[in-house]
């Protein structure tokens, strides 16, 4: 079970906006720590898509954002394409283990 | 940029120690104030972190893993290890080596993964 939560799999068709969650904790996203994005492709090491909570690596496209609130934080991609079909992970620091957690990640689906 | 390759047997028995080396080329791994990951993902499952070292050698563990985890770093070879002992087929995964410049901080650049499979 992992220190972030993440829905297993959301879905869109192209074109449309969809969301993932991260929920922490206050010893994690809730303490401030920076929250990052990855997305991994099949059969790929993982990508940094979103650093320090909402900025923007660059070459990642800016139909990728994020942002957090509280315990939580949040990625979105608009305009949805099939290239973004793929696992995307949210990752922070949390300070009763003195390491990086990892959410469980989520599998985007492009209807 | 930064480059990392992760090499080691892709075979181990159960209860040996599995060891694993990361090369890191096109940059010196003891310049800057980089922090080297590893980072494992059993076969479709998520993202585990094992532990880190910094360019200094100070380490840090997953609690989960830590009485069988040791990282280590050889500057001469620009190159960081990771050894974890007493292994089961629970550990078997694609490992990767990664960095990071903080403890807080993103991981900006990742090695290809390395599949260690426990089998006897």
């Known amino acids: 079970q992992s220190i972030l939560t993440q829905p297993p799999s959301v879905s869109g068709a192209p074109g449309q906006r969809v969301t993932i969650s991260c929920t922490g904790s206050s010893s994690n996203i809730g303490a401030g720590y920076n929250v990052n994005w990855y997305q991994q492709l099949p059969e790929t090491a993982p990508k940094l898509l979103i650093y320090?909570?909402?900025s923007r690596p660059s070459g990642v496209p800016d139909r990728f954002s994020g942002s957090k609130s509280g315990t939580s934080a949040s990625l979105a991609i608009s305009g949805l394409q099939a290239e973004d079909e793929a696992d995307y992970y949210c990752q922070s620091y949390d300070s009763s283990l003195s390491g990086v957690v990892f959410g469980g990640g989520t599998k985007v689906t492009v209807l | 940029q930064v480059q990392l390759q992760e090499s080691g047997p892709g075979l181990v028995k159960p209860s040996q120690t599995l060891s694993l080396t990361c090369t890191v080329s096109h940059g010196s791994i003891s310049s800057g104030n980089f922090y080297w990951n590893w980072i494992r993902q059993p076969a479709g499952k998520g993202l585990e972190w094992i532990g880190r070292?910094?360019?200094?050698?100070?380490?840090s563990y997953n609690p989960s893993l830590k009485s069988r985890v040791t990282v280590s770093i050889d500057t001469s070879k620009n190159q960081v290890s990771l050894k974890l002992t007493s292994v089961t087929a629970a550990d078997t995964a694609v490992y990767y080596c990664?960095?990071?410049?903080?403890?807080?901080?993103?991981?900006?650049?990742w090695g290809q993964g390395t599949l260690v499979t426990v089998s006897s």
């Open positions: 320090g909570d909402s």
């Open positions: 990664a960095r990071s410049s903080s403890p807080h901080r993103e991981i900006d650049y």
């Open positions: 070292i910094y360019t200094s050698g100070s380490t």
